[in-house]
T-cell receptor
Framework: AQKITQTQPGMFVQEKEAVTLDCTYD???????LFWYKQPSSGEMIFLIYQGSYDQQNATEGRYSLNFQKARKSANLVISASQLGDSAMYFCAMREGDDSGNTPLVFGKGTRLSVIA | GAVVSQHPSWVICKSGTSVKIECRSL??????MFWYRQFPKQSLMLMAT?????????EQGVEKDKFLINHASLTLSTLTVTSAHPEDSSFYIC?????????????FGSGTQLSVL
């Protein structure tokens, strides 16, 4: 079974509008971390935001916020005031955890966001 | 933040030759590094986990004799694609956590685009 599911292959948003990118996850581990990365056409992976499984509040980083609904196992990324430079692939990822340092990130299939002027 | 340097960025080689990709952590010690492969318009798939001073752990379906990983120091891991074939053409990207906790994000190299003719 897939650990990270991103159901939106592509999304369009008008410049200056907000957009939500969906992500659901599957784990039986009580300790885990959820991450969002942005990958522009250059290929680099840019870290956006992190949410820990024990965090009580939703994470926010500037224009990025994470809508964490633990019971539903969802961790949607909300981008406010979209900019043309936000056009990229967005990956949701999870790290399950024993704090050994040996657990990798497992990625979803990604969502391609296109911001329209 | 922490920096992971990966090179080369691009490599074109003839079928049957070997290619070495280097990944260095510049300002932190990486006891663990992860190697991912990404085919066009697809997600990042974990190939192997390398630990300094020990043998790498390969994911199911990844040939360890073909993809040689060496993690000889706390700042350097290398991936050698031996006897490369056109089907090995892909984007290879390394990553490392700065610490061991689950909430440590992974820092990524800039990736290597391998094209095998």
């Amino acid at each position: 079974a897939q650990k990270i599911t991103q159901t939106q292959p592509g999304m369009f948003v008008q410049e200056k509008e907000a957009v939500t990118l969906d992500c659901t996850y599957d784990t039986s581990d009580p300790s885990y971390g959820l991450f969002w990365y942005k990958q522009p056409s250059s290929g680099e992976m840019i870290f956006l935001i992190y949410q820990g499984s024990y965090d009580q509040q939703n994470a926010t980083e500037g224009r990025y916020s994470l809508n964490f609904q633990k019971a539903r196992k969802s961790a949607n990324l909300v981008i406010s005031a979209s900019q043309l430079g936000d056009s990229a692939m967005y990956f949701c990822a999870m790290r399950e955890g024993d704090d050994s340092g040996n657990t990798p990130l497992v990625f979803g299939k990604g969502t391609r966001l296109s911001v329209i002027a | 933040g922490a920096v992971v340097s990966q090179h080369p960025s691009w490599v074109i080689c003839k079928s049957g030759t070997s290619v070495k990709i280097e990944c260095r952590s510049l300002d932190f010690q990486a006891t663990t590094m992860f190697w991912y492969r990404q085919f066009p318009k697809q997600s990042l798939m974990l190939m192997a986990t390398s630990n300094e001073g020990s043998k790498a752990t390969y994911e199911q379906g990844v040939e360890k004799d073909k993809f040689l990983i060496n993690h000889a120091s706390l700042t350097l891991s290398t991936l050698t694609v031996t006897s490369a074939h056109p089907e090995d053409s892909s984007f290879y990207i390394c990553s490392a956590p700065e610490g061991q906790a689950t909430n440590e994000k992974l820092f990524f190299g800039s990736g290597t685009q391998l094209s095998v003719l």
